[in-house]
């Protein structure tokens, strides 16, 4: 893993030293779960990862306490602009789990997620009067380079942007994903509010919410810290916590968020 993250880390810095200047906002879906409704510009290209770990408690082996962890060790979005009104998008991630503690402590292989694809469409932007920025987001995801067996899944969401003023802004999705593997359907809301606390740092707290039509209801907060080193490059660190019982206790993450503007 440590040659991939070198790779990783020098064609981000190469590119990075390649790209142009850009005077639009660096807008990017991670590391919330709610999707930006910002449209990339024509010709630009966006790359945007990281890494995170969900920690839930599986209860005692004894005295002895028995967690599990999912681990996002790579996940990876790219985002390009076709026109002014399209940009797709590509995503792919790179996990593993693992018990800690009791009679199953152990790790399991590394895998691919399921791949997947989409495009997010721009519907309106902000006025004076207050509208919002909306876009549309849909995507698919299917076993294309994926070792997990989901099934494919369809997922669509419109994407809302508000600007608040005195640097506060309010993001919030609304949608529904058809799970290909059970053949149900999930509601999704979620929420996020931003607050710029400098030219180059940001603040955000979240909730995301799912409404299985065959379980109950999944809810998660979350909350992290944006430092822009410049137009075109953002790093984020983020953690969270479980609030209903379907949900991980604890998460942790961090990553980058690299633009090249079309030259």
Same mark, same amino acid.
């Given at each position: ?20 200047? *850009? ?23 966006? !790359? ?84 919002? #920025? ?12 994926? *070792? ?14 508000? *600007? ?31 607050? #710029? ?12 919410? !799912? ?13 992290? !810290? ?7 490059? #953002?790093? *984020? ?22 633009? !090249?503007?079309?030259?």
């Amino acid at each position: 893993m440590s040659r991939i993250f070198s790779v990783l880390l020098l064609f981000v810095t190469g590119a990075q030293l390649m790209a142009q200047s *850009d005077t639009t906002a660096l807008a990017t879906d991670r590391p919330t779960q709610t999707a930006s409704a910002f449209v990339m510009s024509k010709g630009s290209v966006q !790359i945007e990862t990281g890494f995170s770990i969900a920690r839930t408690k599986l209860g005692f082996d004894g005295f002895e306490e028995v967690t599990s962890d999912f681990i996002t060790l790579n996940s990876t979005q790219l985002r390009f602009g076709v026109s002014k009104n399209l940009e797709l998008l590509f995503s792919q991630s790179l996990v593993k789990s693992r018990i800690n503690g009791g009679a199953f402590e152990g790790s399991r292989d590394t895998e691919l997620v399921p791949t997947a694809v989409g495009a997010r469409i721009r519907l309106f932007d902000m006025n004076e009067r207050g509208g919002p #920025q909306v876009a549309i987001l849909a995507t698919v995801a299917g076993g294309a380079f994926s *070792d997990l067996e989901t099934g494919t899944s369809i997922e669509l969401r419109f994407n809302f942007q508000h *600007d608040l003023g005195s640097g506060l802004s309010l993001g919030y999705n609304v949608g529904s994903n058809f799970n290909g593997l059970t053949d149900a359907f999930n509601g999704v809301i979620t929420t996020v509010l931003g607050y #710029q606390a400098s030219e180059k740092v940001s603040l955000f707290a979240e909730l995301f919410l !799912i409404m299985p039509e065959l379980e109950r209801t999944f809810l998660q907060t979350d909350f992290g !810290i944006l430092y822009l080193v410049n137009s075109n490059l #953002q790093i *984020d660190v983020f953690a969270g916590l479980g609030v209903t019982d379907l949900t991980p206790d604890s998460a942790f993450g961090a990553g980058i968020s690299l633009r !090249i503007p079309r030259k």
